[in-house]
Every structure is written in C-alpha cells, then in structure tokens.
C-alpha cells in the first residue's frame, strides 16, 4: 500500500508543473485526496482536494485560479496542475487520502487525512 508522489522540480515564477500522486495497493475512488505543502519554517497548508466519488474539488485560496486537481481513475492517479507559480509556492508538496469523501473547506482539514506520500519538492525561482 503506497502513494508515490511525483513532478516536483525547479521552474520559474509564471512558469508550470504537474505533480502526480499515485495510489498502489488500494483505489482512490472511495477516498477523498488532498494536496498539502509545506515550506521551510512554516506550517503545512492544504492546497487542494478531489472527491474519488464525484471528482468536486476545493482549492485553499491562495491557490484558486491558478492550479487544477483531477483525477485518472484507470491509472489510479490524482493530478495538480501548477500553473502561473509564484516564489510563495516553493514547498515539499504532498498527498494524503482521507477514507469517505469530503467536500469544500472541510476538505482541507489535515486531520482527516490517514494515509500520507513521500514530498515532493516545488522550487520556484529565478
């Protein structure tokens, strides 16, 4: 049972990259699944989440225009599309399943996430 998460790298402000979580061991489509990231020195902070059994998602704010959760159910796997990134989206991105399924700001709380993947890391820099 494992989440792989994948995509990081280094780009440059406006610049855009996709990560990629996925599911083995078990299907994503009965979980809600987050993004979370945290940058050094600061507290983790949700960024975005999809519902396995509808696909509604929810952004954080400080995300919401720019960058786009989807998911594959035949590849078992949940997308963020980064685009437009800022300096202030440098973070080790991760993603967490969640077992039912969760909808709006309530979907980003931490604390309903069980099961959690590796980072990976988003630098965004000139």
């Known amino acids: 049972v494992q989440l792989q998460a994948s995509g990081g790298g280094t780009v440059q402000p406006g610049g855009s990259l996709r990560l990629s979580c996925t599911a083995s061991g078990f299907t994503l489509d009965v979980y809600t699944i987050a993004w979370f990231r945290q940058a050094p020195g600061e507290e983790r902070e949700g960024v975005s989440c999809?519902?396995?059994?509808?696909?509604?998602?929810y952004y954080a704010d400080s995300v919401k225009g720019r960058h786009t959760i989807s998911g594959d159910t035949g590849k078992n796997t949940v997308y963020l599309q980064m685009n437009s990134l800022k300096p202030e989206d440098t973070a080790v991105y991760y993603c967490a399943t969640a077992p039912g399924y969760y909808s709006g700001e309530y979907c980003l709380m931490g604390q309903l996430y069980t099961f959690w993947g590796q980072g990976t890391l988003v630098t965004v820099s000139s």
């Open positions: 999809i519902s396995g059994r509808d696909g509604s998602s």
